[in-house]
């Protein structure tokens, strides 16, 4: 049974389009995580919450944005997205932030036109 | 900050061999390591955790060896088969802070 669920599985958008990606949860996780990961690369975190509590890295870009409305729901915006924007965009959850696994999702392959 | 390595791009194994991927990391106040495996197409699957008071853990067929003093990492798969071929990242983190990845080694099986 999936537990953390990503749509779509493939996302194709024009450059400059914005573009939402969505992910939701089963497991009543506390923290919601977006990585970018590029081809043979390392996740890369961008950002997460901590229930309502926002989290960003230092070095994500402002053309990501992020919304969770609620504990199972948690939203990826690419305001205006560029070239270097296409990548695989994983969602991963975790019961809380310290010393906890990351459950991840199949992630959304993201193209851009 | 903390980095973190893995030693080979690529490790290649028989089926039924034992295989070994080893992991380095740079902060000593790294307090919980992590092994994924990641197959094509999808996302990052837990393997096994180990936190820092501990220097050895074991799962099914896999086994985590902690060394704190060179700060190394490795994880150990018996038997290894066909559908353990993937892409296998190391992750630390110190309590509170982001988890780290490391680059990721691709563990190839032929039978």
């Known amino acids: 049974d999936a537990m953390v669920i990503q749509n779509p599985r493939y996302q194709v958008t024009q450059f400059g389009k914005p573009v939402t990606l969505s992910c939701s949860q089963t497991?009543?996780?506390?923290?919601m995580y977006w990585y970018q990961q590029k081809s043979s690369q390392a996740p890369k975190l961008l950002f997460h919450?901590?229930?309502?509590?926002?989290?960003n890295e230092a070095d994500t870009p402002d053309n990501f944005q992020s919304r969770r409305p609620n504990t199972s729901f948690c939203f990826l915006d690419i305001r205006s997205p560029g070239l270097g924007d296409a990548a695989m965009y994983l969602c991963a959850t975790s019961r809380d932030d310290t010393n906890q696994p990351q459950h991840f999702g199949d992630g959304t392959r993201l193209s851009i036109l | 900050g903390e980095s973190v390595g893995l030693h080979l791009p690529t490790l290649s194994v028989q089926e039924g061999d034992n295989s070994i991927i080893n992991c380095a990391y740079s902060?000593?106040?790294?307090?919980?390591f992590i092994w994924y495996k990641q197959e094509s197409g999808k996302g990052p699957q837990f393997i096994i955790d180990i936190r820092s008071n501990m220097d050895k853990r074991q799962g099914q067929r896999v086994t985590v060896l902690l060394n704190k003093t060179v700060k190394h990492l490795s994880l150990q798969i018996a038997a290894t088969q066909p559908g353990d071929s993937a892409v296998y990242f190391c992750?630390?983190?110190?309590?509170?802070?982001?988890?780290?990845f490391g680059k990721g080694t691709t563990l190839s099986v032929s039978s």
């Open positions: 497991l009543n996780h506390n923290v």
């Open positions: 919450y901590y229930d309502k509590d926002f989290n």
């Open positions: 992750a630390a983190n110190q309590a509170g802070t982001a988890l780290i």
């Open positions: 902060n000593s106040a790294s307090d919980y």
